[in-house]
């Protein structure tokens, strides 16, 4: 029956779904993760996520608008 619970698994759309559009912050290793795939410090990551909410679109925009240019630069 292990065979059906995989397949169960792979029919589930949402966290795929979900973690393209939005940043969990909470999961293990997903602050790093995140971290990583914008090129920020964790510290800043959550600092934006905390500003702006999870959204990744908002989470780019906060960044690029200057919300980590003084980490960036500094």
Request: aromatic share 2%.
């Amino acid at each position: 029956m292990s065979a059906d619970a995989d397949r169960a698994s792979d029919d589930l759309p949402a966290p795929h779904a979900a973690s393209t559009t939005e940043i969990d912050v909470h999961g293990p290793g997903r602050l790093e993760h995140w971290a990583r795939e914008l090129g920020v410090p964790p510290q800043t990551l959550l600092a934006a996520v905390q500003a702006v909410g999870p959204r990744v679109d908002r989470v780019k925009d906060h960044l690029t608008a200057g919300g980590a240019a003084g980490q960036a630069d500094g």
